[in-house]
């Protein structure tokens, strides 16, 4: 197997092992570093990178077809680009979101290439409405508990209000207004007070059958698991079992809260790093 | 004019003012922010760019013919966002805060994706002169489909980024001319180009708006310009003449990109972005974002209804395709017959059926308009297939001539390649236009083995109308007929799949030849499945194994959708060339004996062990192969001007004699120690030879450059960057030789001329080496005297190093004629 560059001008060929971002900043000509995987004169894989700042390069797409995988095609694409970096950067890393069974074979391919999983402070949680319904939080409560209502009952001045808010704070992230058609606004709860919302949390819809829990606004400690089982229980109410429900940290409260959940289930998002000057094998 | 009308005049004057006031005053206010963000954006970018130029000369360019099954599935879900980007979004919607009142982050990627996309392109049509007088309609209409660039602050630009230059411009130049023929490749491009355009029910979704806001921004103004490109004048003839399918494909994609459009750009309006102009939405114009927020549900409602719409018509289309084949086959047995009868010809019945006349149908035209002609057509075919001992009359021959180079044309044309490539769902849509290329390959394969007019029937050996009409392109011509055959076949094999499975595919998908199928429907579509990639598969084989093709060169044209006949011509022309691509191509026991020890292995000697070579300091080889690439090296003028075609050859197999021996015991005493002898000997005569070129390249080197090489200004290396890529190629591996190859120099030095070489080489080639690394100094610097600064530091370290005192020192003390300005015009001598 060997590699070699990609550009605009030998794209095509390269073009269905590459992740839909890195294939458009290639198409406008963006200095995004790709490489292309082949065997003989057949090409089975691919890989991209971004130097993110002088201290990082970051792996974005990385990918190998799979009747030429455990041929060590991912390890020279991944070696081929930590030997670029040197010089460059310090280490290289790698983020992604372990969502289908083929990725659950990244996390040994990247210990086995001396990579270590990095501390991360958001992390994502991917779970099921029925996994859900037997979690601790939930157990033995088919009603949605008072206090909460749903988004469709607040007006939706005060939802703007709140997202402007919070957006002027720079709070977090939310992508979306909370008034966005990708809200579901049956499932997003608030907690009012003197007609404003005083806690919120919202749940996105991807596709039928996937929502995620995008933001979550907790103003008093107990609002939290009270908004949570009131979101999920309406959502049960509206959904499949089988509805995949994401979930995503972005600090130590829902972390936490995470934790309480579904206890002993570990976050999907993974993250490896390790120097670009690794010795195992690394060379050109 | 009314007092009412007067005071609304006024009343949108006013508002425009206020508009444009305030859209100053959020300049203004973000300017620093905005220059800082920009800042490190082009910080990044810098820094990525010299590590693709890094890429570009370590690592050579990915070539391959075919691509793998499998594609990476990308779930909807929140990717980790790591610390910096999390920083940088609060950076982003910090700005665009203050810009609109509904500004985030989102704001931010939407506006900049969409200035982006306009900025490359703006700069492309302001730097071509034909562009300056042209009229703003035709100014609009090219720059919707031209690539665009972008500069540093210096002017320097990536390869890729003169690259698109060089195609904007001849973009601009060819369709500026007004002339129908100079415009026709662009005008395929710009459909190929809309055609390919997928539109997805997800594309819409706020998160791929904002990641591909450029790209959809290009997608909307393509289409638009597209409208009017179709009813210009010139272009006319063009779109009439167009296969009627992809007439259709091509009009059928308009309702659904105004959908798109519209849906595009109220959501852009929502999210406080300013599609047309790239621009925020400010607190002036907030109505507009208030009123995309009413209507925006509607136009989403609309796109995915005319998705929903486009997709069932690219159903009916592979319905349709699945019995395209056999319906256009019993159309042509129609015309013929009608044609036949229109003529008056009197054929006997075997001759009516001849595969010549049979397959000569796809010559006739549809419709009560082309009987006339069509009965023309036969008479010819007659005429041209029964001449008297096979030699056709001149007239007839040119006639026939006439009408099948076009169609030659288009096949050589054809990106089967690109065809090859795309996933089965999108090759059923192409199922038409490959029918129809197969009706036409098959009917110039019995046609073009026809006698040239000028053959004898004496003749044994003669040209015939293939030989004229193809001339050089023959592997190619073969191979592109091959595939298009191979492509046509699976096609039809996926739609009739398609039909069977979804109900639909009977009798009247096959031709009379074909019935009954063994098996049925299901096992004749495996077998045509089957077939067709084994199909593509020889075809590939056998172009690889072709003389002329298969030459790295070849392949980056290949993938570049280049013509490349014309091209491989031109390259041809080069002897020595020629004598490389034997090599590389030639399945020969020799050329792959030099294959192997001059290009896959790295060198190494015959004459040593690797211990004893390890005892002496030495690596057990060059650590490189001697020509990675034969290219490299025949760029030198000295390799030009000292080398024919029987000496490379007789250089190159002396120097990859021994191929797949190794010594394993001191000289004298291994087991192989005849053969050993005799290949080493012949290396050793091969490496004279090479000493002898290279010697005459660092002496060209030494009149050309003398000690200014260091001094070269960032003008003078940007104006003679392709001198100094060829002079300096080389340099990497002559070190290398000269490093860590035992056998390169003699062990004593003989004479002066001797010690000249080794001196000019050690110094020219380490520093010749080093003038690469300005090209990156140039790309990255942000003005010109940063560069000069970071040129003049490089030089002082390089200088500090104990090999560039040494090489320096000892050319300075030994050659009086080191010292002088650089003479570009050098020969070799």
Known sequence: MHVGWIDQSNLPLFRTFLLPDSEAALERGEPLTALGLMKGEVACGAATAWLDGQDTLSIRSLYVAPDYRRQGGGRLLVNTLAALGTGLCGSIQCGYTQTLPEHEALAPFFTALGFQPEEEESGIYLTTLKELADSPLFQNRTEPPKGPIPFVQVSTSALVAVYKKAAAAGENYLEVPLTDPSVDQQASVAILEQGMPRSFAVLTRQAPDQVTLAWVKSAQPNDLPLMLQSAFARLREISAPETRVAVQTVDDQTAQLMAAILPGVSPISRSFIRPVEYKEGGSL | ?829
Request: aromatic fraction near 8%; charged fraction near 25%.
């Open chain 2, 1 to 829: 004019m009314s007092q009412a009308y007067q005071q609304e005049q006024k009343q949108e004057q006013i508002q425009t003012q206020q508009q444009e006031v305030q859209q100053e005053q959020v300049v203004r206010q973000t300017a620093p922010e905005q220059e800082e963000v920009r800042q490190q954006a082009a910080q990044d970018q810098a820094l990525n760019a010299q590590l693709t130029t890094v890429v570009h000369q370590q690592l050579p360019p990915a070539q391959a013919v075919q691509a793998a099954h499998g594609a990476p599935v990308q779930e909807e879900l929140p990717s980790p966002t790591g610390y910096k980007a999390r920083r940088r979004e609060k950076k982003h919607a910090k700005i665009a805060r203050k810009a609109c009142p509904v500004g985030t982050a989102i704001t931010y990627d939407l506006v900049e994706g969409a200035r982006l996309s306009k900025e490359r392109k703006a700069l492309s049509a302001r730097e071509c002169p034909q562009m300056q007088t042209c009229s703003s309609y035709d100014r609009r209409v090219l720059m919707s489909f031209c690539k665009g660039y972008q500069k540093g602050k210096l002017g320097g630009m990536s390869a890729q980024d003169k690259a698109n230059k060089a195609a904007d411009h001849q973009l601009f130049t060819d369709y500026l001319t007004g002339n129908l023929e100079r415009r026709r490749p662009h005008l395929d491009n710009m459909v190929k180009e809309l055609l390919a355009i997928r539109f997805t029910p997800d594309m819409l979704t706020v998160r791929n708006v904002r990641r591909n806001m450029a790209r959809y921004r290009d997608i909307v103004d393509k289409f638009y310009a597209m409208n009017d490109i179709m009813k210009d004048p010139v272009n006319v003839p063009y779109f009439n003449a167009m296969d009627p399918m992809t007439r259709q494909a091509l009009e059928a994609a308009f309702p659904l990109s105004l959908a798109f459009s519209a849906a595009l750009f109220t959501l852009s309006n929502k999210y406080g972005c300013d599609l047309d102009k790239g621009e925020y939405i400010s607190h002036v114009q907030e109505q507009n974002i208030h009123q995309a927020n009413a209507t925006l549900p509607e136009f989403l409602t609309d796109y995915r209804q005319a998705q929903a719409g486009h997709q069932q018509e690219e159903e009916r289309q592979i319905r349709q395709s699945g019995g395209d084949y056999a319906a256009r086959v019993k159309q042509n047995e129609d015309l013929l017959r009608q044609a036949l009868a229109d003529s008056g010809v009197t054929l006997a019945l075997a001759e009516r059926r001849a595969p010549w006349m049979v397959k000569g149908a796809a010559l006739l035209q549809v419709g009560e308009e082309h009987r006339e002609e069509n009965a023309a057509v036969v008479k010819m075919l007659v005429q041209f297939h029964q001449a008297p001992g096979g030699v056709p009359p001149k007239d007839v021959y040119y006639q026939v001539k006439d009408r099948l180079t076009p169609r030659v044309q288009r096949i050589l044309d054809c990106d089967v390649n690109a065809l090859a490539a795309l996933p089965d769902s999108a090759l059923i849509l192409h199922a038409a236009e490959l029918n129809q290329m197969l009706l036409d390959v098959e009917m110039l394969a019995e046609l073009m083995g026809t006698r040239h007019h000028t053959a004898t029937p004496a003749q044994t050996a003669y040209l015939t109308l293939g030989d004229d009409l193809i001339r050089y392109k023959g592997p190619e011509y073969a191979y592109q007929a091959s595939m298009i055959q191979a492509l046509a076949q699976r096609a039809r094999a996926l739609a009739v799949g398609y039909m069977t499975k979804h109900g639909g595919a009977d009798a009247a998908c096959f031709i009379q030849e074909e019935q009954p199928l063994a098996g049925g429907i299901p096992a004749w579509t495996e077998r045509q499945l089957a077939a067709s990639s084994q199909q593509m598969e020889e075809s590939r084989t056998r172009l690889q194994n072709s003389a002329i093709v298969g030459h790295p060169e070849y392949e980056e044209r290949l993938a570049q959708g280049v013509k490349i006949g014309k091209n491989m011509a031109n390259l041809m022309d080069d002897p020595l060339t020629r004598v490389t691509w034997e090599y590389e191509r030639s399945q020969a026991p020799e050329a792959q004996a030099v294959r192997q020890r001059l290009q896959d292995e790295n060198y190494y000697s015959l004459n040593y062990t690797p211990q004893e070579l390890e005892a002496r300091g030495l690596p057990a080889n060059l650590s490189e192969s001697l020509f990675r690439r034969f290219g490299a090296f025949l760029q030198s003028r000295a390799a030009q001007a000292l080398l024919t075609p029987e000496t490379l050859r007789e250089m190159l197999e002396n120097l990859a004699a021994g191929a797949g021996l190794h010594r394993t015991a001191p000289m004298g005493q291994d087991p192989n120690e005849d053969a050993l002898k005799e290949a080493s000997q012949r290396n050793a005569a091969g490496m004279a030879q090479l000493r002898q070129v290279l010697s005459a390249h660092f002496r060209y080197l030494e009149r050309k450059y003398g000690d200014q090489l260091m001094f070269l200004t960032p003008e003078e290396l940007a104006e003679h960057q392709a001198d100094l890529d060829a002079d300096f190629a080389f340099s990497q591996v002559a070190l290398k030789l000269m490093d860590n190859y035992p056998d390169f120099f003699a062990q004593e030095i003989q004479d002066l001329d001797e010690l000249h070489f080794r001196n000019r080489l050690q110094y020219y080639a380490s520093v010749g080496k080093s003038v690469k690394d300005m090209y990156t100094i140039l790309r990255t610097a942000q003005n010109r005297e940063e560069a000069l600064t970071r040129m003049k530091e490089y030089w002082q370290i390089a200088e500090s190093t104990p090999d560039y005192a040494q090489a320096y020192q000892a050319i300075r003390a030994r050659h009086p004629g080191f010292a002088h300005p650089v003479r570009w015009n050098q020969g070799v001598q």
